[in-house]
């Protein structure tokens, strides 16, 4: 089944303590993004990949690190997590590179919670 | 800076009544125009996208939206919704001169009352 997956789906953690959330699509995307959603606000890109070791920030960038070293993983990385990053994240891929100007597939989310 | 605005927060239709949700951007250039539409508890699935043409865009689950272009609008409509239809829904605009970033508009919560 064609899918974007995310890993975990929710997760409780404490101020500075690193941890990352994995992103995985099986549609040899090209594209590859995460938002994060927080209510009232919609969703905010957070950083984007046009393909393999290429990324670029997003509208919110700050306090969140990426890597693209292959085509199907995206892991969004937070080095010291704090309280405003508690959020709902969501990866999304593209079949093609200029991702945004085409339908973006999502994954089912990941609640984060910071104490 | 390109910004979108979904005006209604929530809306409430009685099952089987027409639905409008409104749209509007902020642009400068020609922009590429989406809607997304979210259930509870799930990731977000497109429901129809305007680049050019045809102004009038048909999408899946019956959904239509309308680019106006002078009224810097791209609402969605659909004649007749269904309880299936509750969910939030999102407007999202893109543009080159922005670079590959998607600007999303803050969603819409639509409740539907049997």
């Known amino acids: 089944e064609a899918q974007v997956t995310q890993n975990p789906r929710y997760l409780i953690t404490v101020t500075g303590k690193k941890l990352t959330v994995t992103c995985s699509q099986n549609?040899?995307?090209?594209?590859m993004s995460w938002y994060r959603q927080d209510p009232g606000l919609g969703l905010r890109q957070i950083y984007y990949?046009?393909?393999?070791?290429?990324?670029d920030k997003g509208d919110v960038p700050e306090g969140y690190k990426v890597s693209r070293k292959e085509k199907r993983n995206f892991p969004l990385i937070l080095e010291s997590p704090s309280p405003n990053q508690t959020s709902l994240y969501f990866c999304?891929?593209?079949?093609?590179?200029?991702?945004?100007?085409?339908?973006?597939?999502f994954g089912p989310g990941t609640r984060l919670t910071v104490l | 800076a390109q910004s979108v605005t979904q005006p209604d927060i929530h809306i409430t239709v009685s099952e089987g009544a027409s639905l409008e949700l409104r749209c509007n951007y902020s642009?400068?250039?020609?922009?590429?125009l989406f809607w997304y539409v979210q259930s509870p508890g799930q990731g977000l699935q497109l429901l129809l996208k305007?680049?050019?043409?045809?102004?009038l865009v048909q999408g899946i689950k019956g959904f239509e939206a309308e680019f106006k272009r002078s009224q810097s609008s791209f609402n969605l409509r659909k004649p007749s919704v269904h309880w299936s239809d509750a969910a939030e829904y999102f407007c999202?605009?893109?543009?080159?001169?922005?670079?590959?970033?998607?600007?999303f508009g803050a969603g819409t919560i639509l409740r539907v009352k049997s």
């Open positions: 549609m040899n995307h090209e594209y």
């Open positions: 642009y400068g250039a020609t922009p590429y």
């Open positions: 999202a605009v893109g543009a080159k001169e922005y670079g590959n970033k998607l600007v």
């Open positions: 305007y680049f050019s043409g045809d102004t």
């Open positions: 990949s046009m393909n393999v070791e290429v990324t």
């Open positions: 999304a891929s593209s079949l093609s590179p200029a991702g945004v100007f085409n339908e973006q597939f």
